[in-house]
């Protein structure tokens, strides 16, 4: 019998996960805060997919109540932006119980230890499985109501668990239902392997003027020079925090080569210039996206509070959050993924890669 | 018998200083760096003003000699980059003497700091006065080779001593050649109300990806709402140091009433969008310019200093100034007026306005 899973959210990424696993026969039952976020679910009973998945996902359950959701899953798949995992951390925390399998799809930056800080902090026995996966397993976006086109599933996907000395035994429950799961080190390696903190708040920012004069550009072919070499700078910074901490990071640069087929150049510019699968994406029309409210506090914002810890100074990667903050008019230093939120206020290095590696 | 006059400088400023005095009747001499910016000069042997001054003013001598330039000055206007002050403070030291007046035109912010503390550092003996001014006494602009254009001469430009207890034997002194310079409080009301130095650098790089897309927009009017936003909570940084400090100054939104007819609106965009002066001024096509070279260096870096001192937050211009760093690849921390270059590291508040003040 196929064990039953949760997930948990409902956009681009959840649609794709609960109808391709509702399609494979598992037992999938979604919950979403926002009622109208699943009214065309609930109309649907379930997700129809198409693309390299296709057809329709019948769905157990569709709704608001958390409780029936979390308290039957064997897994809990959180994709939701991660601003919203601490919301999910509070909401699942009363109704965990031991070897319940959690993976935050992904985790940016600090997701696994922010979820399990909010679960100690609830004071949590049940002695559930956390891990965060490196990025959307799914290339995939809405396409109608209750539809999703899934244009691409990932080959392979790098998870931790928290501690990674668990990151073995979630791969062993997980694998049965994604092969493509791969170890990580730890969540420090997933979690700084973050190349969307470096590409998206960096050329939203420096492109304010552009995005607000309204006239469309493309957000990757249209990057200008000094952009990619800002960039370049800022991921230097996150290179050395990696160093500090013993991690193997890839540079945006070799990520580009690696990730895509057919790149060609030596600096960034050129890479990102010679990418053919970022033609035709749009910038955005307005300040107010995911590009800053999610990068800078669930990516900028985790990567300088664990510089802070190597003492490895990231001017570039601060200062644009600083620009952020006073951008939005909002303190993600404070609300953001900061020492404290992660649970690692106060700790050296050593500290906190013996929280991560876990007992062994 | 008219004073004889050595202006340091020979960009448009330096001309309009050098033309207009020459006209009167003074005997001017100019100095600068670089031969192949004075040699239009010296083929003229003077300058050709038009505009509200007009006229051929002949000058006594033209030179990258800087001894013969200011041994025999009774006033020394330096009319240059305020990146060049530090350099220019070196160049005249070994030949100043006592009673000699300086002028920073303009002194941006901390001039009259630095300069003095360069001479400080040499070991100068010489009892020169130093002073500031506020802003740029004329309004000009180089129309051909050795001819400047000269818009407006300001009514009324502030100016202060550094220390400002000399202020009124400066102004006695300046007053029969320039009526419209009027005392400030101290250099450190001059440094502050540095306007420029929260327009310009957040405009360009909040811009970068504009100005580099190639499609040519105006500086001011096309300046968009986030961006008028940012400047306003940098602004409001600036107001807070003035404030520790015990400084008069005013906001961007109140100098732009105060400086310009017709604005009208509450915010800082409505009032740049009421400016009719703005119109038609350019973008500038790089980000290699002065917005970013020289209002970094020499208008956040030592308000930001100043900030420090006073335990005022200023994450806004601090982030700012990280960024530009990041996009120059230079390191304007270090390079630019900070504390040390001030001479003002290590004192608290109370030291600083001591310093400022002078014996009284």
Chains 1, 2 share one sequence.
């Not at 290339?139 to 501690?163: F, N, Q, Y």
Request: hydrophobic letters at 45%.
């Amino acid at each position: 019998m196929n064990p039953p899973i949760a997930i948990l959210g409902a956009g681009n990424g959840a649609h794709a996960f609960a109808g391709d696993l509702a399609l494979r026969g598992y037992p999938v039952r979604v919950y979403n805060k926002f009622a109208h976020e699943i009214a065309d679910l609930q109309n649907a009973r379930g997700v129809t997919c198409e693309g390299v998945v296709a057809g329709f996902g019948a769905l157990e359950l569709i709704t608001t109540d958390i409780a029936p959701v979390v308290a039957n899953a064997d897994f809990i798949f959180v994709v939701v932006p991660a601003n919203a995992h601490a919301f999910m951390a509070e909401a699942c925390a009363p109704h965990l119980r031991d070897d319940q399998v959690i993976v935050l799809n992904p985790g940016r930056t600090g997701g696994a230890l922010e979820f399990r800080n909010v679960l100690r902090a609830r004071g949590i026995k049940a002695r559930v499985l956390v891990a965060e996966a490196q990025t959307l397993l799914y290339t995939c976006r809405l396409s109608a109501p209750a539809r999703v086109r899934i244009s691409m599933v990932k080959r392979e996907v790098t998870l931790a668990a928290l501690p990674a000395c668990d990151t073995a035994r979630v791969l062993e429950r997980v694998n049965p239902l994604f092969p493509q799961f791969v170890a990580a080190a730890d969540v420090l390696e997933t979690g700084l392997d973050n190349i969307g903190a470096m590409f998206h708040p960096t050329t939203t920012i420096l492109s304010v003027g552009r995005i607000e004069s309204g006239a469309p550009f493309e957000f990757y072919r249209d990057l200008t020079p000094s952009i990619a070499r800002f960039i370049e700078v800022m991921d230097a910074e996150r290179l050395a925090v990696a160093r500090a901490f013993g991690v193997r990071a890839q540079s945006a640069c070799e990520w580009l080569a690696r990730s895509y087929d057919g790149i060609t150049g030596d600096t960034l510019y050129e890479r990102i210039q010679s990418n053919a699968a970022y033609r035709g994406i749009a910038a955005p029309r307005s300040i107010d996206v995911r590009y800053i409210w999610e990068d800078v506090p669930m990516g900028l914002v985790p990567m300088v509070a664990l510089g802070r810890i190597a003492n490895v100074p990231m001017p570039a990667c601060e200062g644009l959050a600083h620009v952020a903050c006073a951008l939005s008019g909002r303190d993600f230093w404070r609300d953001g993924r900061n020492a404290r939120q992660l649970g690692i206020e106060g700790l050296n290095v050593t500290q906190v890669k013996t929280l991560i590696k876990g007992e062994t």
